[in-house]
């Protein structure tokens, strides 16, 4: 069972915040008054920005052919080293084109159509 509370349900003003740099922002939340334990949070300050660079991108690539050299996509590194890279290490040379024409991965892309 487990006895921590989900990070999602708790008020943004129990977070502590202890660590801002222009990429992201650490918050901490004690799991007791010893301060013994606590639950880290990050944000990443910096996915808004490259989502909506990458959303212009991709509006400007209508009626534009893939070519040598096209950018098709910008991953912020922690989701390439989350989604991508095992797979990568691992040898599947697929998984990244399958994850990059998920909808999961449509803030990533920069150019339109199919890998």
């Not at 996915?47 to 052919?65: I, P, T, V």
């Not at 991508?84 to 920069?110: C, Q, V, Y």
């Amino acid at each position: 069972m487990n006895s921590q509370p989900d990070p999602r349900d708790i008020h943004s003003d129990a977070w502590e915040v202890y660590e801002v740099t222009p990429d992201y922002r650490r918050s901490r939340l004690w799991l007791d008054d010893s301060r013994t334990s606590c639950i880290i949070r990050t944000e990443h300050l910096a996915d808004a920005a490259l989502a909506e660079a990458n959303r212009q991108q991709f509006d400007d690539s209508q009626g534009k052919r893939f070519g040598d050299g096209k950018v098709v996509a910008r991953v912020p590194l922690n989701k390439f080293y989350a989604e991508l890279a095992g797979k990568i290490r691992e040898g599947d040379k697929d998984h990244a084109k399958w994850w990059l024409n998920s909808d999961e991965a449509r803030p990533f892309r920069t150019f339109r159509g199919r890998i």
